[in-house]
């Protein structure tokens, strides 16, 4: 796959960026492009979410900033010591990553939050060369089953050979390591099938492995 730059106008996809016409127009003040990544140039730890949410990255510009799901997230970057700040609300809020950066599966807000297999495959050119920039070693941390398939489409590897599962761990042939969490979704939390427990538990063992080099 050639290196192709990521730009914030990208419009290869016309169904996303119909679609971030429509919602710019109904919300004149959100950031309605595709989503930046987030945080240290070369950092320790990578995480991959899915994509942006309409009142979340898509409104503020910023991976998980303004939905439910960027609560837990930044908190947790913070109590770890991967943030100098617990709330993310806006680009002009002062946080900083520290060792970390944030990334999306997808950059553009899909609508129903449910991107097509084309749109996730025409992505994930970007991805493959964020990946593909990380430092030996590097953490990469899936929020979730399709960021977990989207890491190992962009590294070539089989996803038969690295099944997700909550909390499981890989080390990839190219010395990165892939860890997984469910995604910090309201739905996940509001069901129990994450708990901040579970959550702190993956960066724990983030923290622990990052430190001990």
């Not at 609300?89 to 970390?100: A, I, M, T, V, Y």
């Not at 997808?106 to 060369?129: M, R």
Request: aromatic share 10%; with cysteine.
């Amino acid at each position: 796959m050639n290196k192709v730059e990521f730009s914030a106008e990208c419009q290869q996809c016309t169904r996303l960026a119909d679609f971030l016409k429509e919602v710019k127009q109904a919300n004149p003040d959100y950031y309605c492009k595709p989503v930046v990544p987030f945080g240290a140039a070369k950092p320790k730890l990578l995480i991959v979410g899915l994509a942006p949410g309409l009142h979340g990255a898509n409104a503020t510009g910023r991976p998980f900033t303004g939905d439910f799901a960027g609560i837990l997230l930044y908190q947790t970057l913070y109590k770890f010591g991967f943030s100098n700040q617990a709330v993310s609300e806006s680009l002009n809020d002062k946080l900083k990553l520290k060792q970390c950066r944030i990334t999306n599966a997808v950059k553009c807000l899909p609508p129903e939050n449910k991107p097509t297999s084309e749109e996730i495959n025409t992505c994930n050119q970007f991805l493959a060369d964020e990946l593909n920039s990380l430092p030996k070693n590097t953490i990469i941390l899936a929020l979730g089953g399709i960021a977990h398939k989207a890491i190992l489409k962009a590294l070539t590897l089989k996803i038969k050979d690295y099944p997700f599962g909550h909390d499981t761990w890989y080390t990839l042939p190219n010395g990165l390591q892939l860890a997984t969490s469910y995604h910090c979704s309201k739905y996940n939390t509001s069901t129990k099938r994450l708990t901040e427990a579970m959550f702190h538990e993956v960066f724990r063992k983030i923290r622990k492995t990052i430190d001990a080099r």
